[in-house]
Nanobody, 121 residues
Framework: QVHLVESGGGLVQPGGSLRLSCAASGSILGINSMGWYRQAPGKERELVAAIITSGGTTNYADSVKGRFTISRDNAGNTVFLQMNSLKPEDTAVYYC??????????????WGQGTQVTVSS
């Protein structure tokens, strides 16, 4: 089994910062990519940022470019999302996602449980 454990959400004022973490553990042969999605009430889940573990290529939603930074630890099993200059429209449940190689034949997609980020004064 594979588990993604998220942490770091909370309440912050507009203009503030938060740092989300997501650690992958379990039967992992390798991790192809990790990323963050978010879902606001009444809206579809959307990609926020993603990172390819081999090479470190990153991808960001236009709405967060220049404000959010995705990174990973040296071992590659933990991904971080540094969120600066937060806006009320960033309020959502943030979900960690990972594409994980569980054996030599299978690559599977996993989701974390979600962490609430609320930006409000």
């Amino acid at each position: 089994q594979v588990h993604l454990v998220e942490s770091g959400g909370g309440l912050v004022q507009p203009g503030g910062s938060l740092r989300l973490s997501c650690a992958a553990s379990g039967s992992i042969l390798g991790i192809n990519s990790m990323g963050w999605y978010r879902q606001a009430p009444g809206k579809e889940r959307e990609l926020v940022a993603a990172i390819i573990t081999s090479g470190g290529t990153t991808n960001y939603a236009d709405s967060v470019k220049g404000r959010f930074t995705i990174s990973r630890d040296n071992a590659g099993n933990t991904v971080f999302l540094q969120m600066n200059s937060l806006k009320p429209e960033d309020t959502a449940v943030y979900y960690c996602n990972a594409e994980i190689k569980v054996d030599i034949y299978a690559v599977r997609n996993y989701w974390g449980q979600g962490t609430q980020v609320t930006v409000s004064s």
